[in-house]
Nanobody, 128 residues
Framework: QVQLVESGGGSVQAGGSLRLSCAVS????????MAWFRQAPGKEREGIAT????????YYADAVKGRFTTSRDTAKNTLYLEMNSLKPEDTAMYYC?????????????????????WGQGTQVTVSS
């Protein structure tokens, strides 16, 4: 049984920063691809950042590239998302996902269908 628990969400003003965490427990491949997704009301869940394999290859959606950084602490089984220069359009529920794959093609890294374990989400609200 794999469990993911996100934390760190909150309300900030535009231009502010937040750091999300995703704690993972259970039995899983030691270096799975893990990703951050977000879903705004009335919109589909979108992938925004992924980290894969032993060297930590990362992938980012264009909407967050240069502002968000994902990282992981394998000793703590925790995934992080550092979010800077936040904008009102970043407002959404943020989820972490875990894949059974240790690597992915760039075109697949941010696809919802490649992640089978999910957390419950943490809300991020950015006001203008």
């Amino acid at each position: 049984q794999v469990q993911l628990v996100e934390s760190g969400g909150g309300s900030v003003q535009a231009g502010g920063s937040l750091r999300l965490s995703c704690a993972v427990s259970g039995n899983f491949y030691s270096r799975p691809c893990m990703a951050w997704f977000r879903q705004a009301p009335g919109k589909e869940r979108e992938g925004i950042a992924t980290i894969c394999n032993a060297v930590g290859t990362t992938y980012y959606a264009d909407a967050v590239k240069g502002r968000f950084t994902t990282s992981r602490d394998t000793a703590k089984n925790t995934l992080y998302l550092e979010m800077n220069s936040l904008k009102p359009e970043d407002t959404a529920m943020y989820y972490c996902g875990l894949s059974t794959w240790g690597s992915m093609a760039t075109s697949q890294a941010l696809s919802v269908r490649n992640y089978i374990y999910w957390g419950q989400g943490t809300q991020v609200t950015v006001s203008s």
